[in-house]
């Protein structure tokens, strides 16, 4: 239970699909793997909610506002359903997970002087 049966094993352990993201992955990678995804998933919403509150414009805003929404809406049809498993969703989710990541890197490099930078 610590590190999980490995991916797709709990299809052997229920003897049917989990219907839940979550209880796949906690039987799958365990509680170890699981508390890593969750933690990546807070850690992305904290920083598009910081991308949000810390925007130098509109398009900014939005997009961290937007990435926030999305990002919730996703986790919560996991409950009921593998959609981190659909590479309709996972594609866009990391394409969109890299340009809020790299408004952000933006935006500390804004706040911080380049002479600071030496």
């Given at each position: 239970?610590?590190?999980?049966?490995?991916?797709?094993?709990?299809?052997?352990?229920?003897?049917?699909?989990?219907?839940?993201?979550?209880?796949?992955?906690?039987?799958?990678?365990?509680?170890?793997?699981?508390?890593?995804?969750?933690?990546?998933?807070?850690?992305?919403?904290?920083?598009?909610?910081w991308?949000?509150?810390?925007?130098?414009?509109?398009?900014?805003?939005?997009?961290?506002?937007?990435?926030?929404?999305?990002?919730?809406?996703?986790?919560?049809?996991?409950?009921?359903s593998?959609?981190?498993?659909?590479?309709?969703?996972?594609?866009?989710?990391?394409?969109?997970?890299?340009?809020?990541?790299?408004a952000?890197?933006?935006?500390?490099n804004?706040?911080?002087?380049s002479?600071?930078l030496?």
């Amino acid at each position: 239970p610590i590190f999980g049966v490995g991916w797709w094993g709990g299809r052997y352990i229920l003897g049917t699909e989990a219907h839940s993201q979550y209880l796949a992955y906690l039987i799958e990678v365990g509680i170890f793997g699981f508390g890593i995804f969750l933690w990546l998933m807070i850690r992305m919403f904290k920083i598009s909610l910081w991308v949000r509150n810390n925007a130098s414009d509109d398009v900014v805003e939005g997009l961290g506002l937007g990435y926030a929404a999305g990002l919730a809406g996703i986790l919560m049809t996991c409950f009921f359903s593998d959609s981190l498993e659909a590479f309709r969703i996972l594609g866009p989710l990391w394409f969109m997970t890299g340009l809020v990541v790299s408004a952000r890197n933006i935006l500390l490099n804004q706040k911080i002087p380049s002479q600071d930078l030496r």
